[in-house]
């Protein structure tokens, strides 16, 4: 069974820095890309970021290039997302995201973890 | 990278059709078959319901259907039930290699 945790999330304050975690199972994690969609309390879905499965391209949304980086460990089946100069606005649930599997391309998401919340407050 | 643009809300009874558009620009939905459709039930996680404009992943019933025409593509769900009563969004790759999500639209079943 495809399993994506989230982990990471919690109160930062605004310019603040937060790295979240993805940890999946289930699959063959260098086999797929991955991305992460955040969704703002009771708003719609955004997505954030993507990676693809040999890591030799990265995606970003406008609004976060430049203070997001994601990455991807093979040897912990782990994905990464670094989150600096935070905002407000970047105030949601994260999630991540996997490829769906009978796509080749990777901007279906088929399979999501349950989310990890990020809140930018001071 | 604007939202896609859906109506907020849609309702329909039991048994009946109603259908969910999403309009985007000739940079997503109207130059590429890029088109995903996602059901997101209160306090879950999304679910991937279409793809490619109109193909089901396995599992999905064939009571939901996708299509497109232009900049517009839109989803609709035949034989309504109760346990369809969501939030949809659609969402589209571009052609600047990003993802764009549509504003959602929340489906009550009377």
């Known amino acids: 069974e495809v399993q994506l945790l989230e982990s990471g999330g919690g109160l930062v304050q605004p310019g603040g820095s937060l790295r979240l975690s993805c940890a999946a199972s289930g699959f063959t994690f260098k086999n797929f890309a991955l991305s992460w969609v955040r969704q703002a309390p009771g708003k719609g879905l955004e997505w954030v970021s993507s990676?693809?499965?040999?890591?030799?391209?990265?995606y970003y949304g406008d609004s976060v290039k430049g203070r997001f980086t994601i990455s991807r460990s093979d040897s912990t089946n782990t994905v990464f997302l670094q989150m600096s100069s935070l905002r407000p606005e970047d105030t949601a649930l994260y999630y991540c995201?996997?490829?769906?599997?009978?796509?080749?391309?990777?901007?279906?998401?088929?399979?999501w973890g349950q989310g990890t919340l990020v809140t930018v407050s001071s | 990278q604007s939202a896609l643009t859906q109506p907020p809300s849609v309702s329909g009874s039991p048994g009946q059709s109603v259908t969910i558009s999403c309009t985007g620009s000739?940079?997503?939905?109207?130059?590429?078959?890029?088109v995903s459709w996602y059901q997101q039930p209160p306090g879950t996680a999304p679910k991937l319901i279409i793809f490619e404009v109109s193909n089901r992943p396995s599992g999905v019933p064939d009571r939901f259907s996708g299509s497109k025409s232009g900049n517009t593509a839109s989803l609709t769900i035949s034989g309504l039930q109760a346990e369809d009563e969501a939030d949809y969004y659609c969402?589209?790759?571009?052609?600047?290699?990003?993802?764009?999500f549509g504003e959602g639209t929340k489906l009550t079943v009377l």
């Open positions: 995201a996997r490829r769906f599997v009978y796509s080749s391309s990777w901007f279906y998401f088929g399979n």
């Open positions: 990676i693809s499965a040999r890591a030799d391209a990265t």
């Open positions: 969402s589209s790759g571009t052609s600047s290699d990003k993802v764009v």
């Open positions: 000739s940079r997503d939905v109207g130059s590429y078959n890029r």
